[in-house]
């Protein structure tokens, strides 16, 4: 039995059907897998059919919170959005910070999944036990901003809102899901899945109490952690600039992704920094629920796009400035707006703008191909209308719209080299060429290229960036376990803990006082270990094989040297990247391929989906 914490109940709407039900799950998937993305995998594997193409009405979309989200405890107002991705085929989720993750725990429910796929444009409401289908024919084609304004002054402004873009309508493999007009989720095209099902939007509200065993605990400690945060050295820097601030890091390291990650320093960098963008752009800024550390910047143009405002944060602004050579910060400014507004997710749609400049300087694509843009490193106008032309779908955009990898398959000669991806998901904003540490958190992230489960490039700067032994690997996987395992399961912002250095033991406490059940560190990593051995079985089930090269960053980082800024000349060693996924594999309990051992299996409490696999013909090694 469940005494607090978990409300113990998923929401499940078929919009085939037209129906829902409320299912009451089983505790042990609650005491083994927390919530968030563990539930998403644990769902995934139990009820999605093997090998379902991810746009197809039987794909499960799931929106899962956990036990700590809501309270009043440092930025709790969180939401994981997963399912299997259409942009790379395997297991993918995203984090978004929205009123709809209060507002699901509110509604009495752990989690919504949505299966099927209606008949006509809709969006669904929950309030509570009621679930109702409306039609979305009027929304259809709105921008996120427009359908956001509509739903909340129809439901209040506190309602939870969770909508999709033109992007999503147009089944773009990387339309992001959004909230709060500028809050963005699910990379791996969590969103095409929601156009998918005809599904514009989600709208939830509740008022139940949230469940905690000890309340009093949780206020109290949660006002203390709270002081911490403000209190912490970091907090007026961060308070200023929020995640923008490591921009001018990235630059004095030659990690800022630059022409499609050919270098790591951009020569116009100091036009768009943390700092210029506080100091002369900055309008205010916004935050999630329950969080005193506010990071929305929103910026507002001052001459060419006068008056467009746009959130700010290091992975869109680098991806739309540097990566693509642009430096006019209002360029930037207006490129995140249209993503937003379309809602696409700014990475991969920068990293595809990118891969496109390049194919066209190096003459693999032709101007008719994309209907008359000529795309170059710097042009802010050619990059808008091949943003364009990805979301309308129109002539290659059409090939761009299913990713770099798909792209550069397409294409083919040495376009593979700079289609920069691993898994099909585009890398986040970091250049490894210097990296090695950062390359196997690319290389073994568990939705493909993401930073969000072991950022480690801060660390490995002051670790040393040459050093390639196994401390690095170790630190890789501690931080996945952490970020990728405590983090979205509780599911709360893990920005407390690594920006401002709000102490893990907090979670451990808010925990126990949230579900009546002491876990200790070790517990939560090996329920982390599961949940990762997990969705890499899950990648396996759906691949049907699984080989290491699947585990290696783009080519480009090993044979193209860096050409500018101050480690010009440097580049990832091939053998030392293999030695540390041999190290990597083996602390893991995979074999020399990457697929976890029948003993890690077994170890971890998965012997059943160990047999699954091995029935498909998925040779375990002992
Ligand atoms: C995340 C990825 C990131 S990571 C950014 S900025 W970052 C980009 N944001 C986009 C955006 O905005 N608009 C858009 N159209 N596309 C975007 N794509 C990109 O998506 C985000 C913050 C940030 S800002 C980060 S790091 C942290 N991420 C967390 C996480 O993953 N888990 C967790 N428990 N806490 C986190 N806290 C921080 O949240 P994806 P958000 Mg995002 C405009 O989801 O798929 O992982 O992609 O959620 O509410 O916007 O907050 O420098
Ligand atoms: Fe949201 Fe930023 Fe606060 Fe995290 S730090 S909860 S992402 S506003």
Not at 186 to 199: F, I, Q
Not at 243 to 248: D, F, K, N
Request: net charge neutral; with cysteine; hydrophobic share 40%.
């Amino acid at each position: 039995m469940l005494k607090g914490g978990w409300t113990g109940k998923i929401l499940w709407i078929d919009l085939t059907k037209e129906k829902s039900t409320i299912w009451k799950y089983d505790p042990s998937m609650a005491l083994h897998y927390i919530g968030g993305r563990g539930f998403a995998i644990r769902i995934l594997w139990d009820h999605l059919k093997p090998g379902v193409d991810p746009l197809h009405p039987d794909n499960l979309l799931i929106f899962a919170v956990g036990p700590l989200t809501g309270f009043p405890l440092p930025s709790s107002g969180k939401l994981v959005v997963a399912s299997k991705s259409p942009l790379t085929g395997g297991y993918g989720d995203g984090n978004i910070g929205t009123k709809a993750s209060v507002m699901m725990r509110k509604a009495g429910y752990d989690a919504i999944v949505v299966e099927g796929k209606a008949d006509e444009p809709v969006y669904v409401y929950v309030e509570e036990e009621d679930v109702t289908i409306h039609s979305a024919k009027d929304l259809w084609g709105a921008d996120v901003r427009e359908v956001h304004k509509e739903l909340t002054n129809k439901y209040g402004r506190d309602s939870g809102i969770l909508t999709i873009g033109k992007a999503g309508e147009n089944l773009v493999r990387y339309a992001i899901v959004m909230s709060e007009e500028d809050r963005a989720g699910g990379r791996p095209g969590m969103a095409a899945v929601m156009g998918s099902k005809n599904l514009k939007a989600l709208v939830i509200r509740g008022e139940k109490p949230l469940p905690a065993v000890d309340e009093k605990t949780i206020k109290e400690l949660g006002a203390k952690a709270y002081k911490d945060i403000k209190g912490a050295p970091m907090y007026p820097h961060w308070m200023e600039q929020g995640t923008m601030m490591i921009y001018e890091w990235c630059q004095e390291n030659s990690v800022l992704p630059t022409y499609n990650f050919r270098e790591g320093f951009f020569e116009e960098a100091d036009k768009v920094t943390g700092k210029v963008m506080a100091e002369q752009y900055k309008k205010y800024q916004k935050g999630c629920p329950n969080c005193n550390m506010p990071c929305g910047n929103v910026a507002e143009a001052k001459k060419r796009y006068k008056g467009t405002k746009a959130e700010m944060d290091y992975e869109n602004v680098a991806m739309l400035s540097s990566n693509i050579g642009v430096s006019n910060m209002d360029d930037v400014i207006k490129l995140i707006r249209e993503a937003d507004d379309l809602g696409v997710d700014t990475i991969s749609v920068g990293s595809a703008i990118a891969f496109a400049i390049e194919a066209y300087k190096k003459g693999y694509l032709k101007e008719d191909e994309l209907d008359g843009i000529k795309p170059d490193w710097g042009d802010a106008a050619s990059a808008l209308d091949l943003m364009h032309l990805i979301i309308e779908r129109k002539k290659f955009g059409d090939v761009l719209a299913a990713g770099v990898r798909y792209a550069s398959l397409r294409l083919g000669g040495d376009t593979v080299k700079f289609a920069m991806h691993v898994k099909g998901l585009p890398i986040t904003a970091y250049d490894a060429h210097v990296a090695p540490g950062m390359a196997l958190a690319f290389g073994t992230s568990s939705i493909g290229a993401h930073h969000k489960e072991a950022w480690i490039i801060a660390w490995e700067a002051q670790y040393g960036f040459e050093k390639v032994d196994k401390t690095k690997v170790e630190k890789v996987i501690e931080l996945q376990r952490i970020r990728g395992g405590w983090f979205e399961t509780f599911v709360t912002c893990r920005l407390p803990w690594i920006e401002v250095g709000l102490s893990l033991d907090y979670y451990l406490t808010f925990m126990e006082a949230a579900t009546g059940i002491k876990y200790s560190a070790g517990d939560l990593n090996r329920i982390a270990d599961r949940i990762y051995t997990l969705i890499r079985g899950f990648w396996i089930r759906e691949y049907g094989y699984w080989m290491r090269s699947m585990d290696m960053p783009p080519m480009r980082w090993f044979e193209e040297p860096l050409t500018q800024g101050p480690k010009k000349g440097a580049h990832l060693s091939l053998d030392a990247y293999n030695q540390m996924l041999d190290t990597y594999y083996e602390l893991r309990g995979w074999d020399r391929n990457g697929i976890p051992r029948r003993s890690t299996f077994d170890n971890l409490g998965l012997s059943k989906e160990a047999r699954e696999l091995e029935a498909m013909g998925i040779e375990l090694t002992p």
